[in-house]
């Protein structure tokens, strides 16, 4: 009869334990010393630095909220163009521009230090109105009476959201 006896590690892994201040060795217990100090994500540092700058002014924020609005209407269209107009390697750059786009604009809304929920109904109108010129540049569609109604309605409520709020 063969006994199975584990073989001796060779080569040790050492992890770490990571969080927002510091990093500190963990070798499978608690350890009570400080670990190194880093900064948290700093290569976005400096662009959220300029973020946070931009939306601390109202002309800021809504230049913010229109490029994220157009990254969103932008990458979804790509998604669309890859799903229903595209084939072999245009299908694929479709995909990973819009991927890059939708990306893009997590980042934009996310990085500031921003209230996002009180804005919205500005964002919303903005999303609507790119949308649609989006769609008249890259796909030639024209928005239908419905959609200038139900635009004129969400136009109207972004208004009331931001008078509110």
Avoid at 13 to 29: D, E, L, W, Y
Avoid at 35 to 57: E, T
């Amino acid at each position: 009869m063969i006994a199975l006896v584990p073989l001796p590690r060779l080569m040790r892994r050492r992890r770490s334990v990571q969080s927002n201040f510091s990093i500190a060795p963990n070798h499978g217990k608690d350890q009570a010393k400080p670990g190194v100090p880093v900064r948290m994500a700093g290569h976005l540092r400096p662009m959220k630095d300029l973020l946070n700058h931009l939306v601390a002014h109202r002309s800021g924020a809504l230049f913010l909220l229109a490029i994220a609005a157009f990254l969103e209407a932008y990458g979804d269209s790509c998604f669309q163009s890859a799903l229903y107009r595209a084939s072999g390697m245009s299908r694929a750059l479709a995909f990973v521009g819009g991927a890059v786009s939708l990306a893009a604009y997590g980042l934009v809304v996310n990085a500031p230090r921003w209230q996002f929920g009180k804005l919205l109904g500005v964002y919303v109108v903005l999303f609507f109105l790119l949308a649609q010129i989006v769609a008249r540049v890259k796909f030639g569609q024209a928005p239908t009476l419905p959609i200038l109604i139900g635009g004129t309605l969400i136009v109207i409520g972004g208004v009331i959201i931001s008078a509110g709020g």
